[in-house]
């Protein structure tokens, strides 16, 4: 078995903007997706807005001290807003699993399917 990060990428202003069908779409697609994996789900979360977000870059003089940034490092239309850890045989099984998710059908969204590497 492998372990897998999948991260569901959306513009925020649509989040922010999304209609209760929507939205009742979005979470029908991760309650299923939960109910398949089952135990696979290693860990999940639906992160707060990336205006939460604080960043740690090499600061000024001798690197030691990190510069600590409140917000994204990067600005761009589209942000994390969520994730899961899988443990899972393949990426054939990750990626069908993933496809239940909403996020994959949608214009605003995409899932992002990335393997761990394992150090032992």
């Given at each position: 078995?492998?372990?897998?990060?999948?991260?569901?990428?959306?513009?925020?202003?649509?989040?922010?903007?999304?209609?209760?069908?929507?939205?009742?779409?979005?979470?029908?697609?991760?309650?299923?997706?939960?109910?398949?994996?089952?135990?696979?789900?290693?860990?999940?979360?639906q992160l707060e807005s990336s205006a939460t977000a604080t960043t740690l870059?090499?600061?000024?003089?001798?690197?030691?001290?990190?510069?600590?940034?409140?917000?994204?490092?990067?600005?761009?239309?589209?942000?994390?807003?969520?994730?899961?850890?899988?443990?899972?045989?393949?990426?054939?099984?990750?990626?069908?699993?993933?496809?239940?998710?909403?996020?994959?059908r949608h214009d605003h969204s995409g899932v992002e399917i990335t393997p761990?590497?394992?150090?032992?």
């Open positions: 078995m492998a372990k897998y990060m999948v991260l569901i990428y959306g513009d925020e202003q649509r989040w922010d903007a999304i209609s209760p069908e929507e939205m009742a779409e979005i979470d029908a697609g991760h309650r299923a997706f939960a109910q398949q994996a089952g135990p696979a789900v290693l860990a999940s979360g870059r090499r600061g000024d003089g001798d690197g030691d001290t990190p510069s600590v940034t409140d917000g994204p490092f990067l600005e761009t239309k589209e942000v994390v807003g969520g994730f899961y850890v899988l443990d899972a045989p393949d990426l054939d099984a990750v990626v069908k699993l993933t496809g239940l998710l909403a996020e994959t761990l590497v394992h150090h032992g």
